[in-house]
């Protein structure tokens, strides 16, 4: 079974930048879709951004033109570089890889201060 382990996670202030990486137990190539959601306590989880195996790039529209989506394959990682940070961007944030159902990290947690 494959296994995702997020990792960057951390206190930034503001206008700061964080990037977020998500370690995959297998070969990325193998999934149809990678995707980072983000779930603040007491509210739902959302996707925030996710790029599909033929290399569209989705970003939610409250992250668009801050945040970025890359893999590197030969690392069997995909990260994600937040910048520009808000406190609304504050929450646990999730890899996802899609094959033939979601395989889900453990999360990180995102605290942005004001």
């Known amino acids: 079974q494959v296994q995702l382990v997020e990792s960057g996670g951390g206190l930034v202030q503001a206008g700061g930048s964080l990037r977020l990486s998500c370690s995959a137990s297998r070969s990325i190539s193998s999934f149809n879709v990678l995707a980072w959601y983000r779930q603040s306590p007491g509210k739902q989880r959302d996707l925030v951004a996710d790029?599909?195996?033929?290399?569209?790039?989705y970003y939610a529209d409250s992250v668009k033109g801050r945040f970025t989506v890359s893999t590197d394959n030969a690392k069997n990682t995909v990260y994600l570089q937040m910048n520009s940070l808000k406190p609304e961007d504050t929450g646990v944030y999730y890899c996802a890889a899609f094959y033939l159902v979601y395989t889900w990290g453990q999360g990180t947690q995102v605290t942005v201060s004001s």
């Open positions: 790029v599909t195996s033929g290399g569209t790039i």
